[in-house]
């Protein structure tokens, strides 16, 4: 059965009950539900959509099988039937719900019907002749044994000329993930964004924060949630640009970055105290350097959870910061969500519920450092009890930047199963803790009168664009795979909503900042640095030095103190890798104006500042084929250099209108575009075109 109630189409199909709405400019809503009622949890879909004059039609059609004509005698006897198919066309999107109830999207251009996707109906019942054909192959929801909630999985046709951009970020070097399956949680380096943007011209957020998988197979596309109560997803059409603005209108948008925010961030594992910060900012005063943002890392405190500076090393915080500001200098220092149980505030959070609970005996989720447990992001009491914490220790200091570390969660053991968040089992929601990670310090930030909140996080999730922050993709390798895994996650980011992106400049682990090999591989990443929407120096630069002290004492605990890497500041590397890197700092500077002009698109109509080539130039094939060049903002193609010794690298350059051609910002050489030509890159430079 299929009826109209409420401007939305319903499906009542004996398996469950189907919800098709428009949601948005040329968008629709889908969900489904085994139970009485449709569960409300809007998870991503947190923005009112644009109010729109959707038209649904349902008609009753004839749905005699036609083989049945074929057989004689009465027990072949086959009355005629009736069914009924529905339409649903929202702007461009036509949604169809044939007479067996499964569901096809298709775009309407010029007056055509093009289809976009549809789902995948094939099951043993299509190829019985002698059964009733039955949809229940396009979406599934299946109680899972012994719990409360279902399995759900949607399955679509798979077509082989489709491309796939998106899906967040995972250590991968490919842009298109046409052909893999993608695991749906959150892990260090992983970041699970479910959305898509297909070369068929449709968009696809799966808006379920639960443990699954996406497969984008060649006989079949699939999501699965493993725990879930309902099936949730959304679709919208148009150019790579219009499929982005009708998301991130519904996701949430984010906010205009600050003006400080778009220089250069000077981090490292780690300073030590107070005095070594101060240092490290005069001397790149004293250099004549532009830095805007000075981070410090973990480790600050006396113990996990205490959120607080440690009195010894750091004994004068608020002087620490006026000199700073004094430099226009900002402070950014690092919150982790591990409570460890020796902290001053472990007992009262656990008490309180404010932690994750666990089903195992010791009840510990991290044990690095000391037995540690994650406050539990999904419980508004939680927020709010750190924050004021973090206001009362951090914020009335001066500091107003946060690096929300460790915000997948990182836990010792990936059992989902075993964790419980406020939400509900994290099987059914693990995937949104750094969301409400990020939303907790944006909310108390505004709360305090900060007009443009923004925080350093290591993890996001669909939505996690509008509370002001920073992914950056976590402990990662520092070689040339893992640079060259680290421009597709930044993409692919983009692609998924997350305009404001870093990296580890140089990569996390490892680096010897000795090493000749090492000292190319920084300056290629920090070139490629130089044209990302932050641009951000860290790492750990091993060999460490020891503390002087191996442990301190903290209210008769014996609390393990933290060694810190080498130098990693710019003139840490060598004289000539210094030249290189000043002129890139200074480079920057210049770019700011331009970069503003970026975020503001990005905060007006959520346009990626870093994005593929296809986002530009969707008409020319070619260009859904490169996967290592991009766009950075409409103006200029970035080409990383992402090979050791390389010292040129092969250029595809896009066809340009109106006489306009491509200039090699570096050369002043002018080039026509719809061409791929080998272009120089000594170890000064990257190529770069301006258009």
Same mark, same amino acid.
């Given at each position: ?46 923005? &009112? ?16 099988? *036609? ?25 461009? $999107? ?36 002698? /059964? ?8 599934? $929801? ?45 892990? @260090? ?5 479910? %959305? ?20 984008? &197979?060649? @006989?079949?596309?699939? =999501?699965?949630? !493993? ?29 205009? #970055? ?96 404010? $932690? ?9 989720? #991290?044990?690095? #450092? ?10 508004? !009491? ?10 009362? @220790? ?14 997948? *969660? ?36 505004? !709360? ?5 909140? +923004? ?35 930044? +993409? ?29 591989? $920084?300056?290629? =990443?920090?070139?490629?640095? /130089? ?12 060999? %460490? ?56 698109? &990005? ?17 020319? *094939? ?19 250099? #992402? ?43 990257? *190529?770069?075109?301006?258009?």
């Amino acid at each position: 059965m299929i009826v109209k109630e409420n401007n939305r189409l319903v499906i009542k199909d004996g398996f469950g009950t189907v919800w098709i709405e428009a949601w948005g400019k040329d968008s629709v809503r889908v969900r489904m539900t085994k139970d009485r009622f449709m569960n409300n949890q809007d998870w991503a879909l947190t923005e &009112a959509p644009e109010v729109v004059d959707s038209k649904i039609s349902i008609e009753e059609v004839d749905t005699t099988y *036609p083989w049945a004509k074929h057989f004689e005698g009465p027990e072949y006897l086959i009355e005629k039937t009736k069914g009924q198919v529905a339409k649903l066309i929202n702007g461009r $999107l036509l949604v169809k719900v044939n007479y067996e109830n499964w569901i096809s999207f298709w775009k309407i251009e010029n007056g055509k019907e093009e289809l976009l996707f549809e789902e995948q109906w094939r099951n043993r019942w299509r190829i019985d002749r002698f /059964c009733v054909p039955t949809n229940n192959g396009g979406r599934e $929801l299946k109680v899972n044994s012994g719990k409360f909630n279902n399995k759900a999985t949607v399955r679509f046709e798979a077509y082989d000329d489709e491309k796939i951009f998106g899906m967040g970020q995972y250590q991968d070097s490919h842009l298109d993930k046409k052909g893999g399956v993608w695991e749906l949680s959150q892990k @260090n380096s992983q970041a699970s964004v479910p %959305f898509i943007i297909s070369s068929r011209g449709y968009g696809f957020l799966w808006n379920n924060p639960a443990i699954g998988t996406a497969s984008f &197979a060649t @006989n079949g596309t699939s =999501w699965v949630a !493993e725990e879930t109560q309902k099936i949730d997803y959304w679709v919208t059409c148009g150019s790579p640009a219009e499929i982005e603005e009708n998301y991130t209108a519904v996701t949430g948008r984010t906010p205009m #970055m600050p003006d400080f925010a778009m220089g250069f961030w000077q981090c490292k594992l780690r300073y030590r105290n107070q005095e070594e910060v101060i240092q490290v900012a005069k001397e790149y005063q004293k250099r004549g350097l532009p830095l805007d943002v000075i981070v410090i890392d973990f480790f600050h405190w006396s113990c996990q959870g205490d959120f607080k500076f440690d009195a010894e090393d750091w004994p004068d915080p608020d002087k620490m910061v006026k000199e700073l500001s004094e430099m226009n200098v900002k402070l950014m220092v690092s919150v982790w969500p591990t409570i460890d149980e020796r902290s001053e505030n472990f007992e009262e959070m656990a008490s309180q519920g404010l $932690l994750i609970s666990f089903d195992k005996k010791d009840g510990f989720n #991290m044990d690095w #450092m000391g037995n540690t447990v994650f406050f539990d992001t999904t419980n508004p !009491e939680t927020r709010k009890y750190v924050w004021e914490k973090c206001k009362e @220790n951090y914020f009335k200091k001066g500091i107003q930047l946060f690096w929300l570390d460790e915000a997948e *969660p990182e836990y010792g053991l990936y059992e989902f199963e075993h964790y419980k968040y406020h939400l509900g089992p994290a099987m059914e929601c693990s995937n949104i803790y750094p969301y409400y990670y990020a939303k907790g310090f944006y909310d108390g930030l505004k !709360e305090e009168g900060v007009d443009l909140p +923004l925080s350093l996080v290591r993890c996001a999730w669909a939505g996690s664009q509008k509370y002001g922050a920073v992914v950056w993709s976590g402990d990662v390798h520092s070689d040339f795979l893992s640079f060259r895994n680290q421009v597709q996650a930044g +993409l692919s980011m983009a692609i998924a909503g997350i305009p404001w992106w870093t990296t580890d400049i140089g990569g996390f682990l490892g680096g010897d900042i000795k090493s000749e090999e090492f000292k190319e591989l $920084l300056v290629r =990443w920090f070139q490629w640095g /130089c044209f990302c929407p932050v641009m951000r120096l860290h790492g750990e630069r091993p060999p %460490f030095f020891k503390p002087e002290k191996p442990y301190h004492e903290v209210r008769g605990h014996k609390i393990k103190q933290m060694e810190s890497g080498q130098d990693n500041e710019v003139w840490a590397f060598g004289d000539e890798v210094y030249e290189i890197l000043s002129n890139l700092l200074k480079f920057r500077a210049q770019l700011k104006p331009y970069i503003k002009e970026q975020m503001l698109a &990005a905060h007006q109509k959520g346009a990626p500042v870093m994005r593929p080539l296809m986002y530009d130039f969707d008409k020319d *094939p070619l260009s859904w084929e490169i996967e290592d060049q991009y766009m950075f903002g409409p103006k200029y193609m970035v080409c990383p250099v #992402m090979e050791a010794g390389a010292r040129s690298r092969l250029v595809y350059l896009p066809p340009l209108n109106n006489g306009q051609k491509w200039k090699e910002i570096h050369t002043g050489k002018e080039y026509d575009g719809g061409q791929t030509l080998t272009v120089d890159s000594p170890i000064e430079y990257i *190529p770069v075109f301006e258009r």
